[in-house]
């Protein structure tokens, strides 16, 4: 059956080659990814039902927009290598949010005009009907720090071809006057009482410490190609952050929500947007993920009304024919007290085997094996505190008990593997859920929905052992289930 699937995926892959035959560019891309496929395939510890690119380098998720009946993420591609490089923007659909099928590579650096890398961006349909991609551009010998544009890429009716739009560079640092704004990248638009805006990260001091900003511009015309600056949205108040990359900021359960990529853990910020005055004013903090092998999200906004999210996995070793993936998509809420909720999409659900079941109880100072195994697993316990100082789960165990990847709670902090972020549990919370999606290398830890940790892991291939442990005294496990996972790929 894997064999008919990988088959299946070359076939789609090759299909999308030929749908892109017009553009060397892009056909040299494609064979570029295409020869590191066997390489890629090959590695056990790649993971199998988290979105990922056919083989080589990818990073941030780019422009995700559901466009006539497909959800579409393009992502950070380097065609030519397992590590950063060469920018491209990476392709594929999906009916579902779960399986992915690969589709030619929507944008080139279009090194005739100059242009070295297509970084970050987002996708919207414009007032005709067509999408459209607003992304930054990095000129060839330019420093990305210093000098950067925003241009634009338009589509036929499927997004199956893209084209630079004849009217690049939509945005330049011209529009910022005597301001000088450094590392100007990652345009996100929204829109807001009938009106389109654009907003960029950046900083006002070239790294010196301080001044990370979110800058805010305003559409003049339905084809988002005339634009105004409308002043500094927002300043990070830590002077330690000096850069912010990949700001996302849209409105959700009547708050407004911004979150950035400072060059270190994602964060995310929930308060009031005031349009006229051009200003965001935060009320609440917190965590998208707290660990740093998350990096630079990206949403949508789907039919069904739900923020979708999906985040770029990173530090993986080198080497292997690939390097990164994507974060399972998380729909996103904000709750009573103007925190951030985060639950993977209920349609991961269609990727589980058989139920493993287990009803309540008790650890005393040790650890209980459980019978289900595996590396792609989805397990969900309920855990009640007891007397035990530290408890929870541990994957990827080998049967000697000499290695194992800790899922766990102290009281004042939440451990995976080897990140720990502070974690109390709150008064009216009886009991500790852990939502466990572990992917071969790569682990995804939900707390309660509201603490997301994700990790990448080193496991032996044969340490695929499950235990619950409690240490110095005893906890109740109310419940325990667990699933296999099948493969996407
Ligand atoms: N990745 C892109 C940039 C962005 C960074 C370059 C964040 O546009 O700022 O690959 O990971």
Known sequence: MKIVISFLTLAIFALALNAAEKNPAIDRAMAGVESAVGKAKVDVTRPVYHFHAPANWMNDPNGPIFFNGYYHMFYQLNPYG?????????????????????????????????????????????????????????????????????????????????????????????????????????????????????????????????????????????????????????????????????????????????????????????????????????????????????????????????????????????????????????????????QLRERVAPEIS???????????????????????QGDTLEIEIELESGTASDFGLKVRSARDGSAAVPIGYDGKSLGVGSARIPFSLRPDEKALTFHVFLDKSVVEVFANDRACVTRVINAKSEDLGVEVFATRGEITVRSLKAWPLRPIW
Not at 253 to 264: E, T
Not at 353 to 371: M, P
Request: proline share 5%; charged share 25%.
């Open 82 to 338: 397992d590590n950063w490089g060469n920018m491209h923007w990476g392709h594929a659909r999906s009916r579902d949010l779960v399986s992915w099928e690969h589709l030619p590579i929507a944008l080139w650096p279009s090194k005739e005009r100059g242009e070295e890398h297509c970084f970050s961006g987002c996708a919207t349909t414009g007032s005709d009907g067509r999408a459209m991609i607003i992304y930054t551009s990095i000129g060839q010998g330019k420093r990305a720090d210093d000098y950067a544009e925003q241009w634009g890429a338009i589509s036929d009716g499927d997004l199956l071809v893209w084209g630079k739009h004849p009217k690049n560079p939509l945005l330049t640092d011209k529009l910022h006057g005597d301001l000088k704004v450094y590392d100007w990248r990652d345009p996100f638009l929204f829109r807001d009482g009938g009106r389109d805006f654009l907003v960029l990260g950046g900083n006002l001091n070239q790294r010196k410490g301080g001044q990370a900003v979110v800058l805010l511009y305003e559409a003049e015309n339905p084809q988002l190609t005339e634009w105004k600056f409308r002043g500094v949205l927002f300043t990070h108040p830590d002077a330690k952050v000096v850069n912010i990359e990949c700001p996302n900021f849209f409105p959700l359960d009547g708050h407004w929500v911004l979150v950035v990529s400072p060059h270190g853990k994602v964060e995310y910020f929930t308060g009031k947007f005031d349009p006229v005055a051009g200003k965001f004013t935060a009320e609440q903090r917190g965590l998208i993920d707290g660990s740093d092998n998350y990096y630079a999200p990206n949403c949508l906004l789907d039919p069904q009304g739900r923020r979708v999210m999906w985040g770029w996995v990173r530090g993986f070793k080198s080497g292997l024919g690939w390097n990164g993936c994507l974060t399972l998509p998380r729909v996103l809420g904000v709750d009573s007290q103007g």
């Open 350 to 372: 269609k990727l589980r085997g058989e139920r493993f079941e287990l009803t309540e109880f008790k650890v005393v100072e040790g650890s209980r094996k459980i019978e289900i």
